[in-house]
Nanobody, 121 residues
Framework: QVQLVESGGGLVQAGGSLRLSCAAS????????MGWYRQAPGKQRELVAT???????NYADSVKGRFTISRDNAINTVYLQMNSLKPGDTAVYYC???????????????WGRGTQVTVSS
């Protein structure tokens, strides 16, 4: 059993900052890419940022220069530092990880349950 648990969401004023965390736990042998996605009401889930096991990052154009993704491989945790938040960043933020479970072959994708981020104007 693998779990991804997000934390750090909340209500913040425009221009403020939040830091999201996502910890993966369970019978994990290794984790490849990890990332953050978000889904606003009435919209499809969209990529925010991803990071490989080697530290290469990718960002959506809408968050470049404002958000920073990082990870701590020793504790299977990925972070998303969000600065200069805008009302348009309001969404449920989901953690995603492609990982290999001990005793199995092939990586699989897993999702957390999400954490709400609300940015007021």
């Amino acid at each position: 059993q693998v779990q991804l648990v997000e934390s750090g969401g909340g209500l913040v004023q425009a221009g403020g900052s939040l830091r999201l965390s996502c910890a993966a736990s369970g019978s994990i042998f290794s984790i490849n890419a990890m990332g953050w996605y978000r889904q606003a009401p009435g919209k499809q889930r969209e990529l925010v940022a991803t990071i490989t096991s080697g530290g290469s990052t990718n960002y959506a154009d809408s968050v470049k220069g404002r958000f920073t993704i990082s990870r701590d491989n020793a504790i299977n945790t990925v972070y998303l530092q969000m600065n200069s938040l805008k009302p348009g960043d309001t969404a449920v933020y989901y953690c995603n990880a492609y990982l290999l479970i001990r005793g199995t072959v092939g990586t699989q994708g897993y999702w957390g349950r999400g954490t709400q981020v609300t940015v007021s104007s």
